[in-house]
């Protein structure tokens, strides 16, 4: 069963009662590419067809649903996202501990998970967290964990926590989540070196969007920024960023065995060829792009490595707000410590996790780190 362009679009029209296609035609190129590869490698399983196309009909209803909201609403345009913080780094390296510890803070706003696939309308002032679509989807997750306890070992979002803005760049189709998912070669290899102005310009629409009715201080999570780094400071030119650092061998074996998790279910074979072939140089960049800007940007770029981050996670956060001169107050404590009593390290299951199971070996993956071991201290002692 072949996805087609047009049957995409109709849906996505139909999905937003007929709106418009999005302002700019800049989605275009990425979606036609998915699909090109879907159709030429054939590997779908007709679950994986289902879930393909609802996800692409989905992200672009979302677009579409966004650039109307804007065209209502054009002073929001004008809204300024100020001095936010990106949280980035390699894949498994802390960055959604540290995201879920900033978001315990009161004081800061973070992207919520049930916002970044629902953006319109925001939620009324003060009901991030009791928005009736918010609640449909923590009913959504009590049913989907009680059906399969260990589905979150590797990796949970709650719908009322943090999550990554990827599919705010999924919404643009220039997103590597759609590279993880299932093998698009093709698509693979152009999204590394696109032109992000245009996702990342969407991107800062959802955020003014969701700070008319919810403002706050916006601490925003992504790996892959790490990846597109200079379109940060291009679309916010006075962001902060925070980088996690961690063994990158342990980092690629845990990321590999992550994004594996939904493959069978999609496709007739793994396709490991590709996923030893594409991932690797995606995971090189996500160092060595970083480490470029930060010999450019020193001052607006901070490290915060992964054993410091679970040996003491306050101590690390409170050396962090530091860096961002911000109050380290009461209520950040009490709350980043409630967060960490209510999500020990394993709770949902233990995520285990090797190179040999790829027939991968750190001589593998070496020159892929080499030049970012020489610069950053992580420990690479680990056996993996």
Not at 342 to 355: A, M, V
């Amino acid at each position: 069963m072949a996805l087609t362009f047009d049957g995409i679009v109709d849906a996505a029209r139909a999905k937003t009662g007929g709106l418009p296609d999005p302002d700019i035609n800049s989605w275009q190129e990425g979606l036609d590419m998915l699909l090109h590869d879907h159709n030429k490698l054939g590997l779908l399983t007709e679950r994986g067809v289902q879930v393909m196309t609802n996800r692409y009909v989905d992200a672009l209803a979302s677009r579409m649903q966004v650039d109307e909201f804007m065209r209502r609403n054009p002073a929001v345009a004008a809204a300024p996202i100020e001095r936010p913080v990106f949280i980035l780094g390699l894949v498994r390296t802390g960055t959604t501990l540290t995201s879920n510890l900033m978001a315990s803070d009161p004081a800061n706003r973070s992207l919520l998970r049930w916002e970044a696939y629902k953006v319109v309308p925001p939620a009324a002032p003060g009901a991030l967290k009791t928005d009736p679509r918010c609640l449909a989807e923590i009913a959504q997750d009590k049913a989907v964990l009680e059906a399969n306890p260990n589905i979150g070992a590797a990796h949970w979002e709650p719908a009322d926590g943090p999550t990554e803005c990827v599919n705010m760049l999924a919404q643009d189709f220039r997103s590597v989540m759609w590279t993880a998912m299932t093998s698009v070669p093709t698509y693979a290899d152009w999204v590394l070196f696109c032109n992000q102005s245009t996702a990342y310009a969407h991107r800062k629409r959802v955020f003014q969007i969701l700070q008319t009715t919810n403002p706050g201080r916006w601490v925003l999570k992504m790996p892959s920024d790490s990846l597109f780094i200079p379109w940060i400071f291009k679309t916010f030119p006075d962001a902060r960023v925070i980088w996690t650092h961690r063994d990158p061998f342990v980092a690629s074996a845990s990321s590999f065995a992550m994004r594996s998790n939904i493959r069978p279910v999609l496709q007739t074979d793994m396709d490991v060829n590709y996923m030893r072939c594409k991932w690797p140089v995606q995971l090189g960049l996500h160092t060595r792009r970083p480490m470029e800007l930060a010999r450019e940007r020193p001052d607006d770029i901070y490290n915060l490595y992964y054993d410091d981050l679970v040996t003491d996670p306050l101590a690390a956060i409170r050396k962090v707000y530091g860096w961002l001169g911000w109050e380290w107050t009461d209520a950040a404590a009490s709350g980043m410590q409630n967060w960490l009593a209510d999500n020990p390290q394993g709770r949902y299951g233990k995520h285990s996790y090797s190179l040999a199971q790829w027939n991968l070996s750190k001589k593998d993956l070496t020159p892929y780190f080499a030049d970012y071991l020489r610069e950053y201290p992580v420990a690479t002692g680990k056996e993996i």
